[in-house]
C-alpha cells in the first residue's frame, strides 16, 4: 500500500475480483480522509471520503475503512471492472479549521484490471 | 454540465517570459485551489481562495501568484516562469472551504518550461 510518503505501488487485479488499496497517513489530528481516482490524461475525481469520527463508509461498489488506531486507511472495490483501471490518491484533511483545512495527497496507487 | 475549465491544456515556454494559466468553474463554488503535481511528489497545493478576492498561499507558493477577482475565476500567473516549474498543474473547486474533501478538478495544463 501507499503512504503519504512513498513511491507510487502498484496493483494488478482481475476483472471482477475485488481490490483492495491501502494508505497510512500521519496526521492524528485530520478531521476527514478522502479518495481520488485519478484516470490517465485526466484531473483527479472525488470517489468517497469519511469522517474521522468513523470507521467505515460505504459508496457504490466502494468500502473506505480507517483504522484510527494504526493510521491506515483503505478503499475496497468491489466486482473491479476494466474502467476502475486508474491511480488512486488517499488524502488527509488537516482538522484544525480556517486556512488549516489543508489537503494533503498520498502519491497514488496503480491500479491495473485485467480483463 | 459541472466543470472546472483550464486553458490552455498544454504549454511550452521559455525562461522568463511570463504566462498565465485561466480556471474558471460554473459551480458558483467560493472554494478553488491550484496544485501542481510532479512524479514522486503527489499534489501539492500552490494557491487557494476562499472566496472572491481572498487568497492565500499554498505549500509551493514561490514564483507564483493568482487573482481572484471573480467568483468563477481563478487564474495562475507566473511572472519569470523558470525550468524547475515545469509540471502538471490542476486546478479545484469546492463548494466552500468547509466542504473542499468534495474538489471538482480541471483536465489539466501540462506546462514546459525550456
Known amino acids: 500500500g501507499e503512504s503519504v510518503g512513498l513511491h507510487l505501488p502498484t496493483l494488478s487485479v482481475q476483472e471482477g475480483d475485488n481490490s483492495i488499496i491501502n494508505c497510512a497517513y500521519s496526521?492524528?489530528?485530520?478531521?476527514?480522509f478522502i479518495w481520488y481516482k485519478q484516470e490517465s490524461g485526466k484531473g483527479p475525481q472525488f470517489i468517497i471520503d469519511i469522517r474521522s469520527n468513523m470507521d467505515k463508509r460505504q459508496g457504490q461498489r466502494v468500502t473506505v475503512l480507517l483504522n484510527k488506531t494504526v493510521k491506515h486507511l483503505s478503499l475496497q472495490i468491489a466486482a473491479t471492472q476494466p474502467g476502475d483501471s486508474a491511480v488512486y490518491f488517499c488524502a488527509e484533511r488537516g482538522g484544525s479549521g480556517g486556512s488549516n483545512y489543508k489537503l494533503t495527497f498520498g502519491k497514488g496507487t496503480l491500479l491495473t484490471v485485467n480483463p | 454540465e459541472a466543470q472546472v475549465t483550464q486553458n490552455p491544456r498544454y504549454l511550452i515556454t521559455v525562461t522568463g517570459k511570463k504566462l498565465t494559466v485561466t480556471c474558471s468553474q460554473n459551480m458558483n463554488h467560493e472554494y478553488m485551489s491550484w496544485y501542481r503535481q510532479d512524479p514522486g511528489l503527489g499534489l501539492r497545493q500552490i494557491y487557494y481562495?476562499?472566496?472572491?478576492?481572498?487568497?492565500d498561499k499554498g505549500d509551493v507558493p514561490e514564483g507564483y501568484k493568482v487573482s481572484r477577482k471573480e467568483k468563477r475565476n481563478f487564474p495562475l500567473i507566473l511572472e519569470s516562469p523558470s525550468p524547475n516549474q515545469t509540471s502538471l498543474y490542476f486546478c479545484?473547486?469546492?463548494?466552500?472551504?468547509?466542504?473542499?474533501?468534495?474538489?471538482?478538478f480541471g483536465q489539466g495544463t501540462r506546462l514546459t518550461v525550456v
Open positions: 496526521n492524528s489530528a485530520s478531521d476527514y
Open positions: 479545484a473547486s469546492s463548494p466552500d472551504i468547509w466542504r473542499n474533501t468534495e474538489a471538482f
Open positions: 481562495s476562499m472566496n472572491v478576492e481572498v487568497t
